[in-house]
């Protein structure tokens, strides 16, 4: 039973990540190319970033208490299965780094491609992680488990184009360094920055159904069992 309210608490949080990825994007997008109002743009990035920063570190205590623990095993008949510890907990670890870490870069008005390049990785990693599970088929529910895997690692290998953005054009008005190369803080291209923003937010929103439609199928859908 603790398993299933530490998972299903996990699955609440990666929907929330979602949500405020998905929210603090497209602020940002709207107060730097629509309304070209850097400042106020900042200002969303800040507090979103606070935020992910906050969900990174909930999401790391869970994670670290997962890889120190394993508290996930099942007794098979040839013995003791504990490669769901190891399936899980890596790549919320990976998660949890990458939140804290563009959290503390925002705020510090540092470079955010750095962790966009981790991003790029870790999402790489995260896929690896999701095939092997469903080609060992490691959870009962193989496509749910899989597509989140997915979507999440995609989402993450995607936001590397989102950190360039936010070098350039946001963090870059504050900090003109920040920016991988010199360049303007007035994006030269909008519409071509409009449709990458644009596809980064439609992977988070993927990433936020599949993380929803798990959580329906793998956990939320227990606490129907608890009723009368």
């Known amino acids: 039973m603790g ?92 998660l949890s780094v990458l939140l804290v870490a563009f959290g503390a870069a925002v705020w510090a008005k540092l470079p955010t491609h750095f962790v966009g390049v981790m991003a790029v990785v870790s999402g790489g990693g995260v896929v690896y992680y999701g095939y092997l599970g469903y080609h060992n088929n490691l959870t009962l529910d193989h496509l749910e488990t899989f597509l989140l895997f997915l979507v999440w690692g995609v989402m993450a290998i995607a936001s590397y184009g989102a950190t360039l953005f936010v070098d350039w054009f946001v963090v870059g008005t504050q900090n003109p360094s920040a920016g991988p190369l010199a360049s303007s803080t007035t994006p030269a ?10 596809l980064f937010l439609i992977v988070v929103v993927l990433a936020g159904i599949a993380a929803i439609w798990y959580g329906q199928d793998i956990t939320w859908g227990h606490l129907g069992g608890l009723g009368p």
Do not use: C
């Open 3 to 94: 398993f299933i309210d530490d998972l299903s608490v996990i699955v609440d949080l990666l929907v929330l990540v979602a949500v405020v990825i998905f929210y603090t994007g497209f602020l940002v997008w709207y107060h730097t190319l629509y309304k070209k109002d850097p400042a106020r743009a900042y200002t969303h990035l800040r507090e979103g970033g606070f935020v992910m920063a906050l969900l990174g570190g909930l999401l790391g205590l869970f994670a670290l208490w997962g890889e120190f623990v394993w508290p996930l095993t099942i007794q098979t008949p040839g013995g003791a299965l504990t490669v769901y510890n190891i399936f899980f907990f890596d790549p919320l670890i990976l």
């Open 189 to 198: 291209y909008p519409r071509m920055w409009t449709v990458l923003i644009m």
